[in-house]
């Protein structure tokens, strides 16, 4: 393979082989750039307090300990907010994922009565939407403040991956197919769950990841609608424990310093564990939908 690879390189005229050197340096640099601070990140969560707080470490641990992640997992709040989380990556994805299915495969049908209608509808809630106030009074009124349900509804429907996934269905199931299972018997309904699903795979593996990072990476809504600490997801907790990082100076002085400075050892001790162990879910899951994402980036390039 390699013998094959340096053949071919050879062929190459002066320029490819500049712009080949190029790209490769590119993305060398790109990678490292990127990789570092994940890299920095958990070197730092196997170093001791003082190492960090000293800046001895650059790239790889110093006085090596496991002290952070035994803090982590003693955190309370912290193991609670990892299986709210859990759930709410589960049940938003679900859901979500079954409404885009559900809204675009009519829609990408083009015989469906008033699909334009439909359509325009669709599309305009891209460009108008309530905002915070309505969101927050819709869910007041559904009584879903401090519900864990209202995570899972705030993440219910995205107009946006629906027309991916309506555009998948159109350049991906001929209209043929359709003739001809309806000639063989086969009714909508059947033709949806046996035929159109299975060769919608990629484009439902990309929505699952997208929806997936999405819901564990947010913290706002949790905000919004989160009223007890017991139902506060990952992110949340996350955000608490970086707060006491950050405080202003006026809030610090009215704290007992001895209480203060508890906290910040806390703090500087678990904050690069609890990064780790936020990103790690999302980590696992990638590679396990990166095959998906050639066929999933070409969505969309065709038009209707």
């Not at 790209?23 to 960090?52: E, H």
């Not at 938003?92 to 990408?108: C, H, N, R």
Request: aromatic residues 16%; contains cysteine.
């Amino acid at each position: 393979m390699t013998a094959r690879i340096n053949s071919a390189y050879r062929r190459l005229s002066f320029s490819d082989k500049t712009f080949h050197v190029f790209c490769t340096a590119y993305l060398i640099v790109t990678f490292l750039l990127v990789m570092y601070p994940l890299w920095y990140c958990v070197i730092c969560s196997f170093s001791s307090t003082q190492s960090i707080v000293e800046g001895k470490v650059v790239f790889l641990p110093v006085n090596f300990t496991l002290r952070a992640y035994n803090s982590v997992l003693k955190y309370e709040l912290l193991r609670q907010g990892f299986i709210n989380s859990l759930f709410y990556v589960a049940g938003g994805t679900v859901v979500a994922v079954a409404l885009l299915l559900l809204a675009a495969y009519p829609l990408s049908r083009r015989d469906m009565p008033g699909r334009k209608f439909f359509l325009a509808f669709f599309v305009i809630t891209m460009f108008f939407n309530g905002g915070i106030i309505p969101n927050y009074i819709l869910m007041r009124d559904l009584n879903l403040i401090g519900s864990r349900l209202s995570l899972i509804l705030a993440f219910m429907f995205s107009c946006y991956n629906m027309i991916i996934v309506k555009t998948y269905f159109q350049s991906s199931i001929p209209s043929g197919l359709l003739d001809a299972a309806h000639i063989d018997g086969c009714g909508d309904v059947q033709f949806f769950f046996r035929i159109a699903l299975p060769l919608a795979t990629p484009v439902i593996a990309v929505m699952v990841l997208f929806n997936a990072v999405g819901i564990w990476n947010s913290y706002f809504n949790g905000m919004l609608f989160l009223t007890k600490p017991n139902t506060y997801n990952f992110q949340m907790v996350l955000r608490d424990i970086l707060f006491v990082a950050s405080m202003p100076q006026e809030m610090l002085l009215s704290m007992d310093p001895n209480q203060v400075q508890n906290l910040r050892n806390i703090v500087q001790q678990i904050r690069y564990a609890v990064l780790v162990v936020g990103a790690l879910p999302m980590m696992i899951l990638y590679p396990f939908i990166q095959k998906y994402f050639i066929r999933g980036m070409m969505i969309g390039s065709l038009k209707e």
